[in-house]
Structures are given as structure tokens and as C-alpha cells.
């Protein structure tokens, strides 16, 4: 009965969004499980060419968050997060027909950056169509949702590699992009944005003195790639500490389908606590501090484990996993409430965009640094990884206060104000 509390949501609005959440991670997820076998069986590519591929598709998309972003205040965010998200259906459905590198290099390059135009859509529509003192709540619930459909999925994708046959795996994209159908249906069902909102996105071409670009807002530009930085708990999670774990603690394997468990359960049942309070920039500031707290303690943790044995390294990695969490936690409360309250609510998409900057940068920087300096320093590099995101914590202050006053000189502040609550 928790989980299910942790996903139901107190409006209609909420709770369609949240259905939505959990629909579209149910569809990703479950290709997301079974991506290697599927490249490398299906589209007949080798290691090192799928991953070669997704850092130019990863190259393409930081070329184009800041343009794709911009598209939502063109087109409108509602619009282009229905269009984007057919198309996105459209292109699982042709994963079947893809072989060779070049054309998976050419197909998850499209793909990224329609699911990029995608998101900007979708967080512009999250921004506008609630009321200040809700948005960083309702992101909170959505978030809680989407790690519900995650689950799910990596579920369906798990019997499909069990199941093991060539028509299984293939299934798995068919599965996805049936499911995208449906979420692309629940999109165009959603209320639209009240038309202040929508006038708000349209006033401000890139030349008026009145709405600047969102490059202008040096303050905003800092503050996002700080929270780049702060994001990179991802990277410990998913890439540095299973590397960890397996090369330099005696701790088995196995270990790791608990430490992804508690993560899990943690995201869903947690989320919504860790977001109280960060409405305000203040609050915001508050969650990054403790973010980074958990960061660092995580690291201090963890960096121990070489030198135990038996039990005492599993409970340590444990515990240094839960402390990750943590910061993945309060790192997505102050991302919520930043981009909520420092935004220039009649340039929502263009922000969106600078704001996804530091998210695009964080896979090309730190996996193979923060790789490099656990596995190669060891507790040395633990301590620099620390201190990175103790940097960025501190200058998150200075920056957060900078992009305040920014919008104070262009008329801005008060538009966090206006916006009608709907459902």
C-alpha cells in the first residue's frame, strides 16, 4: 500500500501525469534492459561499436539540447511533446529493420535527439501548467512513477532475454513502441497549457530586450552545469561502483542486483519526503547541500571497502550505496526547484535547454573520469570525486543568487507567480 500511496497523486492532473510517467519508463525500460543482446544479436555489431555509436549520438544530442530546447517556445511545449513522442513510437517500431553500423549510428542518433525535443517538451509542460507552490511536488511524484514503469519494464525485458529466442528479443522494441503509442495518446489528452503560459513562451524572440536568451543568464548557465556535476551520482551508481565492486572489494557479485533493488525502492517511496521544501531557491540551495554531504559521505564510505573482507565490505557497500541515493535524491529536489524558479517563465524552453546542458556534458565527463581515478587512485581518487561535487555545491550558491537577480533586471521574477493551477 505505500508504493501505491508513493505514486498516487493528491490532483487528476498529477495522477495522469504520473500514469503517463510510469507508461512511457515501462516502454524505455524494458528496451533498455535488453539493449546489448539486442545490438549485438539483432543489428549484428560488436561491443565496441555500440559504444562507439552512443558517444556520436551522444555528441549529436549535446550539439542539439540547446536548439531542440528553443523548439518548444516555438512551436509550443504540448505540441511538440505529442509530435516528438509519435515519432519516438515510429522509430522503435523500425529497430527490427535496422543492420550495419552506419545505421544504427544514423538511427540512435535521430532517436536521442527526438527523445531530447521530447523531454524539453514535456519539462516546459511541467513548469507552465502547474502552480508555483505544486511543480517541484508533482515532479517529485513523476519521478517516483517513472522508477514504478522502470521496474516494470526491466521485468518484461528480463523474460524476453530468458525466453532467449530470435522472435523474443525482437518483441522487446515492438513491445516499446506499442507502449509509446499509448503514451503518445495520453500526451494529446493532456489539459493545455492556459494560454498566459503559451503567450508567455511566444514573447521573447532571441532579439527582444525584453525576454533575453537564456545564455544571457550567466548565473542560470553556471548553476546548470554545477547541477551537471551534482548528477554525475548516476555515474557512482550505475558504472563506478559495480566496477568497484567487482575489481577491487571481495564482495560477490550477486550483491548488485540488491544494491539496484534498494536504490529502487528508495527512489519510489522516497522522492516525494526529499522534495519538501525545495519551492524556493533557499530550499533548493538546502537540498543541494545535503546532496553533496551524501556525495561526499558515500565516497568516504565506499573508498574503505579494499581494505575489508566478508560481510563488513557488503554492509559498507551497502550503506555507501544508500548514501548515493541519497544524493540522487535531494539532487533532483533542487533540480526541480531551480529550473521552477530561475527560469524566465517566457523563455521555459530556451532555459530548458542551457539547463540540459550540464545533464548532456555529465556521460561524456565523469564515467571515464570518475573510472579512471577510483579504479586507477583508488581512495586519492575517491577523495578528488568528492571534492568535485563539494565544488559544486559551493558554487551553486554564488550562481543560484546571480540567475536570481538576472531576472529582477528583465522583468522576470514575477512570472513564477502567475501561473493558474489546472486539474
Known sequence: MRLLRAVLTPTRLERDLALQCVISAFATGSFLTGTAVFFTQIV?????????????????????????????????AKPLWVVTS???AALYFAWPLISGFWTFVVMLSVLASVEAA????????????FPREVRVRANAYMRSARNVGY????????????????EAIIAVPLLTGGLLVINAAMVSRLPALPRRAEEAAEAGPDDSPIAPAALKNRGFVTLALCNGVLSSNQVLLNVV???????????PHTVLAWLFGT???????????AARGSETVAGSLRAVRRSAFCFVASCAIISVTHETVGWVSILLIWVGHVTITGAELWQSASDWGFTSELSDHRRLGDYQGVWGLGYQIEPVIFPALYTFLALEWGPPGWAVIAAIACLASVISYPAARAAERHL?????????????ALG
Open 86 to 88: 509519435i515519432i519516438e
Open 118 to 129: 521530447a523531454r524539453s517538451g514535456r519539462n516546459v509542460y511541467r513548469i507552465a501548467v
Open 241 to 251: 561502483v559495480p566496477l568497484w565492486l567487482v575489481e577491487r572489494t571481495d564482495a
Open 263 to 273: 536504490n529502487t525502492v528508495m527512489a519510489v517511496l522516497l522522492q516525494v519526503r
Open 151 to 166: 521496474t516494470l519494464g526491466a521485468g518484461a525485458g528480463g523474460i524476453a532475454l530468458g525466453i532467449g529466442s530470435h
Open 408 to 420: 529582477v533586471r528583465v522583468g522576470a521574477a514575477v512570472q513564477q507567480q502567475e501561473q493558474p
Open 44 to 76: 549484428g555489431l560488436t561491443g565496441a561499436q555500440v559504444g562507439l555509436g552512443m558517444s556520436v549520438a551522444g555528441a549529436v544530442t549535446l550539439l542539439l539540447t540547446l536548439p531542440l530546447g528553443r523548439l518548444a517556445d516555438k512551436v509550443g
